[in-house]
């Protein structure tokens, strides 16, 4: 079946740091991947997608790139900002042809100035 | 241009009870998902409507049901509700359903259920 594991937070950084949250993923085939944010308070935004490997998905400054061979779509970023403090989530669709999305359970980060 | 509506943004429900929820998608949108997020955790996935007809069901027992109206709005229903229904309802709309590469998946600001 379907899964995505995600690394466990919460995550504190300061600003400026080098930001990574890893995410591996098992499934059928070759799903398409996102990686989404929820600031406090608010639904879930898209922050980035690959839908093939090799893909590279940017956003923001957020990267993260489709490793078929590792099954992992880990998300990083250079320098983070106090304003990046929010929920990050792992995401995949399957390949049933239908939109449901199987997500981790999320990663806190908190970025202190 | 409008993202994805929902309404209503917060409620509070008795056990036994019956909810609706609705949820307007971005315009030109034909399908719609809805996920139920527990405090703490991911989303999980409830239910999914495409062109009106149903296209996925999570595991989550009958009292859920949904239906997709000829404009593509959306209600989500809960009956018999049970303390362990108390989330944040989340909907969701994509143009088309499936892996393409163009079929990006928006979600509302949800409507958060408390179940006392």
């Known amino acids: 079946g379907n899964s995505v594991t995600q690394m466990e937070g919460p995550v504190t950084l300061s600003e400026e740091a080098f930001l990574t949250i890893n995410c591996t993923y098992t499934?059928?085939?070759?799903?398409?991947l996102f990686w989404y944010v929820q600031y406090p308070g608010e639904g879930l935004q898209l922050l980035l997608k690959a839908t093939k490997a090799d893909d590279k998905g940017s956003n923001k400054g957020f990267e993260a790139t489709y490793r078929k061979e590792t099954t992992s779509f880990h998300l990083e970023k250079g320098s983070v900002q106090v304003s990046d403090s929010a929920v990050y989530f792992c995401a995949l669709v399957g390949i049933t042809g239908a939109n449901n999305l199987f997500f981790g359970t999320g990663t806190r980060l908190t970025v202190i100035p | 241009d409008a993202g994805v509506t929902q309404s209503p943004t917060h409620l509070i429900k008795t056990r036994g009870q019956q909810v609706t929820l609705r949820c307007s998608p971005i315009s030109g949108h034909k399908s719609v998902s809805w996920y139920q997020q527990v405090l703490g955790q991911g989303p999980q996935f409830i239910f999914q409507?495409?062109?009106?007809?149903?296209?996925g069901r999570g595991n989550f027992p009958d009292r859920f049901s949904a239906r997709q109206f000829p404009n593509y709005s959306s209600e989500l229903n809960v009956n018999a509700l049970l303390l362990g229904d108390s989330a944040l309802y989340l909907c969701a709309s994509s143009y088309g359903t499936g892996t393409l590469a163009g079929n990006t998946i928006y979600f509302g600001e949800g409507s958060w259920l408390t179940v006392v």
């Open positions: 409507y495409y062109e009106k007809e149903e296209r």
């Open positions: 499934a059928t085939g070759y799903p398409s």
